[in-house]
């Protein structure tokens, strides 16, 4: 299994308070994402990294922020959380893009009440 | 832009029938398709792809699929359905234009004793 390691793994917090969720890899890869799964809506993209301080935005990014400070880790921040952005969410990585399968972390489910 | 159409969000089967879980994309370049598969609180894991070259994939678990450009289709097959095979599956596209992966909303999978 690719070395993919979410935290936490589970979280509840407040509306409008800041969460961060992280995503640590230990094989090296260029690419990490950040997916959010919902019941009918499948896996969304939220950000994604294509290299150390490269980000780009995904189709539902509003509310989210993302950094990329080494090649290992890929944070996700909700700077002032909503009901709304209670899911599961995904860590996903790939060593180059496109043609290359993704390989997944395990998700955190974040519940803001 | 690129899309994935799953029909029929939950298939029921009976164990040791045919699985076929249906997929169609949308692309206006040749197009990349992967299978993944979900089992409860876990994150997707690759099941099979298509880049180039043989239009029938084999992939784990006895799955395959077949890229069929007239039909821009790309099912997926089992010919004898196991209880460990209930899970939800997504298929997904991708291309070489393209840093993303657009996965389709997923098909819950039932196996029936």
Same mark, same amino acid.
């Given at each position: 299994?690719? *070395?993919?390691?979410?935290?936490?793994?589970?979280?509840?917090?407040?509306?409008?308070?800041?969460?961060?969720?992280?995503?640590?890899?230990?094989?090296?890869?260029?690419?990490?994402?950040?997916?959010?799964?919902?019941?009918?809506?499948?896996?969304?993209?939220?950000?994604?990294?294509? *290299?150390?301080?490269?980000? =780009?935005? *995904?189709?539902?990014?509003? *509310?989210?922020?993302?950094?990329?400070?080494?090649?290992?880790?890929?944070?996700?921040?909700?700077?002032?959380?909503?009901?709304?952005?209670?899911?599961?969410?995904?860590?996903?990585?790939?060593?180059?893009?496109?043609?290359?399968?993704?390989?997944?972390? =395990?998700?955190?489910?974040?519940?803001?009440? | 832009?690129?899309? &994935?159409?799953?029909?029929?969000?939950?298939?029921?089967?009976?164990?040791?029938?045919? &699985?076929?879980?249906?997929?169609?994309?949308?692309?206006?370049?040749?197009?990349?398709?992967?299978?993944?598969?979900?089992?409860?609180?876990?994150? $997707?894991? $690759?099941?099979?792809?298509?880049?180039?070259?043989?239009?029938?994939?084999?992939?784990?678990?006895?799955?395959?699929?077949?890229?069929?450009?007239?039909?821009?289709?790309?099912?997926?097959?089992?010919?004898?359905?196991?209880?460990?095979?209930?899970?939800?599956?997504?298929?997904? &596209?991708?291309?070489?234009?393209?840093?993303?992966?657009?996965?389709?909303?997923?098909?819950?999978?039932?196996?029936?004793?």
């Amino acid at each position: 299994d690719a *070395g993919i390691t979410q935290s936490p793994r589970h979280k509840v917090t407040e509306t409008g308070t800041p969460v961060t969720l992280r995503c640590h890899q230990t094989e090296n890869h260029r690419y990490m994402y950040w997916y959010r799964q919902d019941p009918g809506h499948g896996l969304r993209l939220i950000h994604y990294s294509y *290299g150390v301080k490269d980000t =780009d935005k *995904g189709e539902v990014s509003d *509310g989210y922020s993302v950094s990329r400070s080494k090649t290992e880790d890929f944070l996700l921040t909700l700077e002032s959380a909503t009901s709304s952005q209670t899911s599961v969410y995904f860590c996903a990585i790939s060593e180059q893009s496109s043609n290359q399968p993704q390989h997944f972390g =395990d998700g955190t489910r974040l519940s803001i009440l | 832009a690129q899309s &994935v159409t799953q029909l029929g969000s939950h298939v029921s089967v009976s164990e040791g029938a045919l &699985v076929l879980l249906r997929c169609n994309y949308s692309s206006s370049v040749p197009p990349y398709l992967f299978w993944y598969v979900q089992y409860p609180n876990q994150g $997707l894991q $690759l099941l099979l792809k298509y880049t180039t070259g043989a239009t029938l994939v084999k992939g784990i678990n006895g799955f395959e699929a077949e890229f069929k450009k007239s039909e821009t289709s790309f099912h997926l097959t089992k010919p004898s359905a196991h209880m460990s095979d209930a899970a939800e599956y997504f298929c997904a &596209v991708s291309s070489n234009r393209d840093d993303k992966i657009i996965f389709g909303k997923g098909t819950r999978l039932h196996i029936l004793p």
